[in-house]
């Protein structure tokens, strides 16, 4: 595990125990000793930046936010992909003919168009209400990064229907983040490991759910959380504990990166 040079993690039920809602004291110790280890630690988080949590202390790298369609750190803007106007515009049109509000997210600002249980649930894992604002036609008019909704499973394809250039990635299962075709997790990663001039074969990864597959496959060692979904479990190159029991505090420990 010496090679690691740069480790990305996902936030909610990641680094952040879904049931506590909260950062244990050893996780954020590992963050802390793997940047004087030398090891690069960023953010991968289909959250806005304005929403990332700060943690005591700790100074992340570089940040990939809205599913990698954001990625910046503290100098450079590393990867700007919006969603295509064209298909934001019918995606709203798509939610409104199956009565599902619509939040959509730029770069500075995250705004909806209402709300319903599914939507303020999805919000909550943030600790956030939905920012419902008569300024959603105002900041439609800007570049869209992410979309976020309600669904289930049987609407994808009612609100992706015409849309050329958009796809779902969802980590859970009433509720859908929306990015540009050619985004994703993976896309950020590749683009944060060619600014910094690292190896895939140097990069590690930890997530929990759907939308961090890509994440765990791009990476040279992807690492899900005990508590990840099945489906990331078996593309995972090693599991470790869940983030209730500091998983990823004990496997730093035991593969010496700590």
């Given at each position: 595990?010496?090679?690691?040079?740069?480790?990305?993690?996902?936030?909610?039920?990641?680094?952040?125990?879904?049931?506590?809602?909260?950062?244990?004291?050893?996780?954020?110790?590992?963050?802390?000793?793997?940047?004087?280890?030398?090891?690069?630690?960023?953010?991968?988080?289909?959250?806005?930046?304005?929403?990332?949590?700060k943690f005591d202390g700790v100074d992340f790298d570089a940040f990939l936010t809205f599913n990698g369609s954001y990625c910046f750190n503290s100098?450079?803007?590393?990867?700007?992909?919006?969603?295509?106007?064209?298909?934001?515009?019918?995606?709203?049109?798509?939610?409104?003919?199956?009565?599902?509000?619509?939040?959509?997210?730029?770069?500075?600002?995250?705004?909806?168009?209402?709300?319903?249980?599914?939507?303020?649930?999805?919000?909550?894992?943030?600790?956030?209400?939905?920012?419902?604002?008569?300024?959603f036609d105002e900041v439609l008019k800007g570049e869209i990064y992410q979309m976020m909704m309600g669904g289930r499973k049987d609407e994808y394809?009612?609100?992706?229907?015409?849309?050329?250039?958009?796809?779902?990635?969802?980590?859970?299962?009433?509720?859908?983040?929306?990015?540009?075709?050619?985004?994703?997790?993976?896309?950020?990663?590749?683009?944060?490991?060619?600014?910094?001039?690292?190896?895939?074969?140097?990069?590690?990864?930890?997530?929990?759910?759907?939308?961090?597959?890509?994440?765990?496959?791009?990476?040279?060692?992807?690492?899900?959380?005990?508590?990840?979904?099945?489906?990331?479990?078996?593309?995972?190159?090693?599991?470790?504990?869940?983030?209730?029991?500091?998983?990823?505090?004990?496997?730093?420990?035991?593969?010496g990166l700590i």
């Amino acid at each position: 595990m010496s090679k690691v040079k740069i480790i990305f993690f996902d936030i909610d039920g990641t680094l952040i125990d879904m049931t506590k809602k909260a950062i244990s004291d050893k996780t954020v110790d590992t963050l802390l000793r793997l940047k004087e280890n030398g090891v690069k630690i960023c953010i991968a988080t289909g959250r806005a930046p304005g929403s990332v949590p700060k943690f005591d202390g700790v100074d992340f790298d570089a940040f990939l936010t809205f599913n990698g369609s954001y990625c910046f750190n503290s100098s450079d803007v590393i990867l700007s992909t919006p969603i295509p106007k064209v298909d934001v515009e019918k995606m709203i049109e798509n939610a409104t003919k199956i009565n599902r509000p619509v939040s959509i997210a730029g770069k500075d600002r995250v705004v909806a168009n209402g709300t319903d249980k599914d939507l303020s649930d999805y919000f909550g894992f943030a600790k956030q209400e939905v920012p419902v604002s008569d300024d959603f036609d105002e900041v439609l008019k800007g570049e869209i990064y992410q979309m976020m909704m309600g669904g289930r499973k049987d609407e994808y394809d009612d609100i992706l229907k015409d849309v050329e250039n958009a796809r779902i990635t969802a980590w859970w299962d009433r509720a859908v983040d929306i990015i540009p075709v050619n985004g994703g997790k993976g896309k950020g990663i590749e683009a944060i490991l060619e600014y910094y001039g690292i190896d895939r074969s140097e990069s590690m990864a930890f997530g929990d759910g759907g939308n961090d597959i890509e994440m765990l496959q791009t990476v040279g060692t992807g690492v899900a959380m005990g508590n990840a979904l099945d489906n990331v479990k078996a593309i995972a190159d090693e599991i470790c504990g869940t983030s209730a029991e500091d998983g990823i505090y004990h496997y730093c420990l035991e593969n010496g990166l700590i």
